[in-house]
Antibody
Framework: QVQLQQWGAGLLKPLETLSLTCGVY????????WSWIRQSPGKGLEWIGE???????NYNPSLKSRIRISVDTSKNQLSLKLRSVTAADTAVYYC????????????WGQGTMVTVSS | EIVLTQSPGTLSLSPGERATLSCRAS???????LTWYQQKPGQAPRLLIY???NRATGIPDRFSGSGSGTDFTLTISRLDPEDFALYYC?????????FGQGTKLEIK
């Protein structure tokens, strides 16, 4: 049973960098794309970006200038960094697995609430 | 960017009734890339339907998906009390994933 476990800081000040990590347990890391998705009351569900085991990335153009997604295959982990956060970045952040054959997010992490406040 | 509009915003029904949820796209969507999720309070979304009409593993057969082009539908044939939740559609196109704003299915 594949599980995704997330961790990272939940309270940030404006202009700081959001940093989250997602560990993949009980399954293969390769052969999938791994995404970060966020959910806020104002904007609903928003896809942030994805990466595969080879480090190939694809980012949402609306966030591309501020984000970096990386992978550590030795640890089966992916990470998200979002620079210069504002209150608009306050959201629950999820990591999720996407098999290319289904193009659907089939397994999700538990979610991390990130609040940006001065 | 393809915008997905879900209707109605809220659907009030009773257990045992049939639910029909709509997802309309601003331009044509590849049916292979249209997905439905269910979300309950405090939980991550759960995959229900992928490829517009394929049930995910473990999803009861009372859930079905249909549609093509710009109009897609999620149908729940007979509502179970556990089905009252939020439902989202999602698509992939032009290297971008987008979600609808959701339909809340509530007990009447």
């Amino acid at each position: 049973q594949v599980q995704l476990q997330q961790w990272g800081a939940g309270l940030l000040k404006p202009l700081e960098t959001l940093s989250l990590t997602c560990g993949v347990y009980g399954g293969s890391f390769s052969g999938y794309f791994w995404s970060w998705i966020r959910q806020s009351p104002g904007k609903g569900l928003e896809w942030i970006g994805e990466i595969n085991h080879s480090g190939n990335t694809n980012y949402n153009p609306s966030l591309k200038s501020r984000i970096r997604i990386s992978v550590d295959t030795s640890k089966n982990q992916l990470s998200l960094k979002l620079r210069s956060v504002t209150a608009a970045d306050t959201a629950v952040y999820y990591c999720a697995r996407l098999p290319r054959w289904s193009i659907a997010f089939d397994i999700w992490g538990q979610g991390t609430m990130v609040t940006v406040s001065s | 960017e393809i915008v997905l509009t879900q209707s109605p915003g809220t659907l009030s029904l009773s257990p045992g009734e049939r639910a029909t949820l709509s997802c309309r796209a601003s331009q044509s969507v590849n049916s292979n890339y249209l997905t439905w999720y269910q979300q309950k309070p405090g939980q991550a979304p759960r995959l229900l339907i992928y490829g517009a009409s394929n049930r995910a593993t473990g999803i009861p057969d009372r859930f079905s998906g249909s549609g093509s082009g710009t109009d897609f539908t999620l149908t729940i044939s007979r509502l179970d009390p556990e089905d009252f939740a939020l439902y989202y559609c999602q698509q992939f196109g032009s290297s971008l994933y987008t979600f609808g704003q959701g339909t809340k299915l509530e007990i009447k």
